[in-house]
């Protein structure tokens, strides 16, 4: 890992004189070294359903409530508040 660092082309920041352009240059070397060594990988974080939650009483007053919300004409307050 060490020697895929040593062979990057620095020499690369010479060719230009802004400082700005040096650091994006250092930047994308480095970045894409460290993305060939570890790459970013995206994965799903669930949780098992609460417990109280599978009770079949609670599970007919949810889906009451979501019909109710259905047919409301103006959004209920538990949803107005997540927008």
Known sequence: H?????????????????????????????????DQHAPLVRCKITLPPAPWLQDVSIKHLQKERETI????????MHEAESD
Not at 8 to 28: C, H, Q, R
Not at 69 to 76: A, G, M
Request: proline content about 10%; glycine content about 0%; charged content about 35%.
């Open 69 to 76: 919300d259905d047919l409301l004409p103006i959004k209920p």
């Open 2 to 34: 060490l020697r895929d660092i040593r062979e990057l082309p620095f020499s690369l920041e010479y060719a230009v004189d802004d400082p700005n352009e040096k650091i994006t240059i250092l930047n994308e070397l480095l970045r894409r070294c460290i």
